[in-house]
């Protein structure tokens, strides 16, 4: 059983940074994949970054690659998404979520916990 809790969103304007974070509970946070996603309003979950078990394990929605970061500290059982060059269209509610393969995947019927979320608003 895994419980998440992100942090860091905010009130930003085109062209700033965010680094929201993700705080995950449990014993075996080394042995999950991580993945953050984002909703719009009136818009499906879409998959933004995931890391597997491996720190060189990551994949990236075309949309953010070049201006998102994901990372995970094992020690600390952190995950985080630096996310640099806002634009209008990445406000969206984001989503930490974890599953217990190793490989990154963009199918969030695929990941087992998700956190509550955290709003980003980027205006223009």
Do not use: H
């Amino acid at each position: 059983q895994v419980q998440l809790v992100e942090s860091g969103g905010g009130l930003v304007q085109a062209g700033g940074s965010l680094k929201l974070s993700c705080a995950a509970s449990g014993r075996t946070f080394s042995r999950y994949t991580m993945g953050w996603f984002r909703q719009a309003p009136g818009k499906e979950r879409e998959f933004v970054a995931a890391i597997g078990w491996s720190i060189t394990s990551t994949d990236y929605a075309d949309s953010v690659k070049g201006r998102f970061t994901i990372s995970r500290d094992n020690v600390k059982n952190m995950v985080y998404l630096q996310m640099n060059s806002l634009k209008p269209e990445d406000t969206a509610v984001y989503y930490c979520a974890a599953r217990g393969d190793p490989y990154a995947i963009r199918d969030p019927s695929r990941y087992e916990y998700w956190g509550q979320g955290t709003q980003v608003t980027v205006s223009s």
